[in-house]
């Protein structure tokens, strides 16, 4: 009884220290927020490889004239189901910048899997030049940086409307209902049928936007699927040896006189 | 210290020249312990269990590092992305810092529940309390590592409270950032200070044991061991005790990990840290809250920093606070009440600590930190003087008041002597 009440307490305790953690990071943005189910959240969850597909073609036709991937290499595809010659191909559409090579020039080749996946702008300021001052962020961290990062970047490519009467837009600003007080420099970047899929499946906007956020979870947390699948092996394992333990523990204590 | 008569002749011809055999024989297997502990006494060997497991995963980060602040955050993805099993290992001691505050929290608690600061275990608290601070210390320069958004800024806030510090609080805020703002000699020496600091732990951890290892555990009735017949041999009731409750902790430990990563952290620290853009609401990490909460309850920028060092101030003299001569709780009713509401005031002082300072959170902090002040500095004095407090068993062996003593010497059968 003493101990099932202490263990009680000690779950308690963490619980309410826990909870009263979760509440600061959920506090939040303001905006409106749909919240979506996805293959890859839960215990469970995994990469829809069609999905990832779509989602990078997407950011290929229309997110990457902007905003960049970092920490992505061509030779990571191979998580989207891609295979190394496929991969070949794909990075020799890209021109890189290498060298200095033996006479001190830099110079131009066609890009290689090690290749990381080249950035729209030479540097900082000139994206901020190029976008009116405002700095499109790398995606690579994007579902990661943001909270609820997934639904919320799925509520902020659908979440563009007309201005409700009487919010007054400054210029180069656009109503967003998903973003923070509802301005956001970002255009609108999906309309609909501005891809036209590789696969020919369905090019709504949410269904493009979907695509991408997967996508983009993807480039955030690239060992999410090697990550729970562990998790399960090791929740089976801790599980059994609960169990091992508890048993030894009460055979060592059976002649323990209260 | 007696020593043993092993029967390997190897360990026995060591044992004689340096006996590390009749030590640890002594000291972890026949350590005689409380029959009565309940399953709040395994947070002690949970935290030294946290603290190992910071330090090796800590230690493996440090060879992927760099501790610069043009490459610290792209070092950081480069462990979750290229490193083998960097994910893991980063995730572990990520979380691993969260829980490892999280058992040392419980740990606090049943202490203050059931009076295990008192005579003579005042310096043993005390050690645990210096511990403390430096967990606090090492968790705050750990978070500047991966130079994410809330490290720089958290860095900036919290440096910046020395400069509240009379006539010299600006140079010596200058001294600590190596330079005029948080930049790159400050992450280089937080790193080097980062690594130092479990060791320094680690030192403070075999003091903190050397002193319970003195008079042995305290116990759930608060009464002093009163013969054989209330003690058990550590090895192997304990040790199986502590085997299991480790496991548990992995069970949920390993559920965050794996499953829930980022739960505990704040997302803004996965964008590189940018000196020209504070984010909109600045936090440190949770097991900070509370004293977050209390250092902006108060009006005053060094009254703030005084109050916030106060709340741990007060701990280290709680012994002398709290004199009432019953140690556990159970048989306090009164001091019973005010502990839980002391556990609600601090869960309440971790909430406060997350929201803005703003109309009513800047009320409830302040009256959470009084409430605060108030239980140590008044509650628990005048409670000393005039809680009737319940009458106490007479042994552990005889938890009923006026029950026969049973005789609890069946422990003694699976203690053959070289096992």
Excluded at chain 1, 78 to 107: H, Q
Excluded at chain 1, 210 to 223: M, Q, R
Excluded at chain 2, 90 to 97: E, K, L, W
Excluded at chain 2, 324 to 350: A, E, H, N, T
Aim: glycine share 8%; with cysteine.
């Amino acid at each position: 009884m003493r101990s099932l009440k202490s263990i009680t307490l000690s779950l308690a305790l963490t619980l309410g220290m826990l909870t009263a953690a979760q509440n600061v990071y959920a506090a939040g943005s303001g905006g409106t927020i749909t919240e979506r189910d996805w293959t890859f959240s839960g215990p469970f969850g995994y990469f829809d490889q069609a999905s990832l597909q779509r989602g990078f073609q997407v950011y290929r036709e229309v997110c990457s004239g902007c905003h960049g991937l970092d920490y992505i290499a061509f030779r990571n595809f191979a998580d989207l189901g891609y295979n190394e010659a496929e991969i070949k191909a794909i990075a020799a559409e890209f021109e890189v910048t290498d060298g200095p090579n033996d006479e001190g020039e830099m110079f131009i080749r066609a890009g290689i899997p090690a290749d990381r996946y080249p950035s729209p702008y030479a540097n900082e300021n000139a994206a901020r030049a190029a976008n009116g001052g405002a700095y499109p962020p790398d995606l690579s961290l994007m579902i990661k940086a943001r909270p609820n990062g997934a639904n919320y970047l799925y509520s902020l490519l659908t979440g563009y409307a007309d201005a409700p009467a009487g919010v007054e837009m400054p210029d180069g600003m656009h109503y967003n209902s998903a973003y923070s007080g509802h301005l956001i420099a970002m255009p609108q970047p999906l309309y609909g049928d501005d891809v036209t899929l590789a696969d020919g499946s369905d090019a709504s906007i949410e269904a493009l936007a979907a695509d991408v956020v997967t996508f983009l979870a993807w480039t955030s947390e690239p060992e999410l699927e090697a990550r729970k699948r562990t998790g399960i092996a090791a929740m089976i394992f801790l599980l059994v040896m609960c169990f091992v333990s508890y048993g030894s523990m009460r055979y060592v204590w059976s002649d323990v006189k209260k | 210290m007696e020593m043993q008569n092993f029967k390997n002749p190897v360990v026995r011809w060591i044992d004689h020249r340096l006996p590390v055999f009749s030590f640890m024989h002594h000291e972890l297997h026949e350590y005689p312990t409380p029959k009565n502990l309940n399953y709040l006494w395994n947070l002690g060997s949970l935290a030294g269990f946290a603290l190992v497991i910071m330090i090796v995963t800590g230690i493996i980060l440090a060879m992927h590092y760099t501790p610069h602040v043009d490459h610290a955050f792209a070092s950081v993805e480069r462990i979750m992305r290229d490193v083998n099993h960097g994910w893991l290992i980063r995730y572990i001691h990520m979380n691993g810092a969260s829980f490892f505050f999280i058992v040392v929290y419980i740990h606090i608690f049943r202490g203050l529940y059931y009076g295990s600061y008192k005579a003579p275990r005042e310096l043993l608290w005390m050690l645990g309390v210096v511990i403390l601070l430096l967990m606090m210390a090492t968790a705050f320069m750990g978070y500047v590592l991966p130079w994410g958004q809330m490290s720089f800024w958290g860095a900036t806030v919290i440096t910046n409270l020395f400069s509240a510090i009379p006539f010299v609080g600006e140079s010596i805020v200058v001294w600590l950032w190596g330079g005029f703002s948080v930049d790159n000699p400050t992450l280089s020496r937080f790193f080097a200070l980062h690594y130092l600091m479990p060791f320094l732990i680690a030192g403070v951890v075999i003091l903190h044991i050397i002193a319970l290892h003195r008079f042995g555990s305290n116990n759930p009735l608060g009464i002093d061991v009163s013969g054989k017949q209330d003690t058990i041999p550590f090895h192997p009731y304990y040790t199986s005790k502590d085997l299991f409750g480790a496991v548990v902790f992995l069970t949920i430990f390993a559920s965050a990990v794996f499953f829930y990563p980022n739960f505990l952290g704040h997302p803004d620290n996965y964008i590189p840290a940018n000196p020209l853009q504070t984010p909109a609401h600045i936090v440190p990490e949770w097991y900070f809250l509370p004293f977050y909460a209390i250092l902006r309850a108060i009006p005053d920028k060094l009254g703030g920093v005084l109050f916030m060092f106060g709340a741990i101030a007060v701990l280290f003299v709680l012994p002398w606070l709290d004199k009432s001569p019953v140690r556990s709780g159970r048989f306090r009713p009164v001091f019973k009440v005010f502990f839980w509401l002391l556990l609600l005031d601090c869960i309440l002082l971790g909430y406060l600590g997350a929201k803005p300072a703003e109309g009513i959170y800047v009320v409830l902090s302040r009256l959470a930190t009084g409430w605060y002040f108030f239980h140590f500095l008044i509650v628990l004095p005048a409670l000393s003087l005039v809680e009737r407090t319940r009458p106490l068993p007479q042994s552990i062996s005889a938890p009923v008041l006026g029950g026969g003593a049973m005789a609890g010497a069946g422990a003694a059968s699976k203690e053959k002597p070289n096992a």
